[in-house]
């Protein structure tokens, strides 16, 4: 069929991903769909969406992934839509994600210190570029100075700019976690056509969303780096697309700079 990747959802170990997926049996399955794709020589991942239900498996995932000889993983933090708007109290607080993420960062670098180089992705939070900007710069690292760089270029969320996605029906959303709002449908008029529309005032903002958020992402020095997070969520938890997102974990501290640091 022409397939190059496949992802497969694992949120823990067999007892907690079962309980999460409702279904006895599915990690199992999960497993055995994981080494159907190695067999044929497909290229196959693991996604893993973080909450408080499976914070603790984190490690035994990183084990999984060494033992499969699975070459990627993808970290996804909480965003308040769909389904997730249920898990809304499931989420992290701040001091639990720094763990998570400082955990995930950990089991990295020890594993390509062993020179197994997998790739490891963490999503849906554009608060982890600055965190891992400044904890190489606490740790003197030589690399510091070319991530800042590259999370520059890649500028943070992009939702209704870089990125879009239009659903199983031809509705053309922001991003895949804003399905509540439809800015046209490919059925009817060009995707070309409906993504440059300004008319519709929220893709109008979107497009330089910086210059319309509030509070403490508006005067955060990160804002070029970060994109203002996820709009989507600070509307789900406020009512208020432009509110700051209510999963940033970054310090007043850390978003206001320090002059040494500099």
């Given amino acids: 069929m022409g397939l190059s990747y496949v992802g497969v959802s694992l949120d823990g170990l067999e007892k907690v991903n079962d309980r999460f997926r409702g279904k006895s049996g599915a990690f199992k399955d999960a497993i055995q769909g994981i080494r159907n794709c190695q067999e044929m020589g497909l290229k196959v991942g693991l996604r893993f969406t973080i909450n408080r239900m499976n914070m603790n498996e984190v490690s035994g995932i990183f084990d999984l992934l060494e033992e499969m000889e699975i070459p990627r993983i993808c970290f996804y933090h909480l965003v308040y839509s769909g389904r997730g708007s249920e898990l809304m109290e499931e989420d992290l607080d701040y001091e639990e994600t720094r763990q998570v993420v400082d955990l995930i960062m950990n089991r990295t670098r020890e594993m390509h210190d062993k020179g197994k180089m997998k ?136 978003i206001a700079g320090d002059e040494k640091e500099e």
Wanted: hydrophobic fraction near 35%; glycine fraction near 8%.
């Fill in 119 to 254: 790739e490891v992705l963490t999503v849906d939070n554009h608060a982890d570029g600055p965190y891992l900007y400044l904890r190489m710069l606490k740790e003197n690292n030589p690399r510091a100075r070319e991530v800042l760089e590259l999370l520059e270029m890649n500028e943070g969320n992009s939702s209704g700019r870089g990125i879009g996605c239009v659903s199983w029906d031809g509705r053309v959303h922001a991003d895949q976690f804003w399905r509540h709002h439809t800015f046209g449908n490919v059925l009817e008029r060009p995707f070309s056509e409906i993504w440059t529309d300004l008319n519709d005032p929220l893709m109008a903002k979107l497009k330089d969303k910086k210059q319309h958020v509030t509070g403490r992402c508006s005067t955060c020095r990160w804002l070029q780096i970060c994109g203002g997070n996820f709009r989507v969520r600070a509307e789900a938890a406020t009512g208020d697309l432009w509110a700051p997102d209510p999963a940033c974990y970054l310090t007043d501290e850390e």
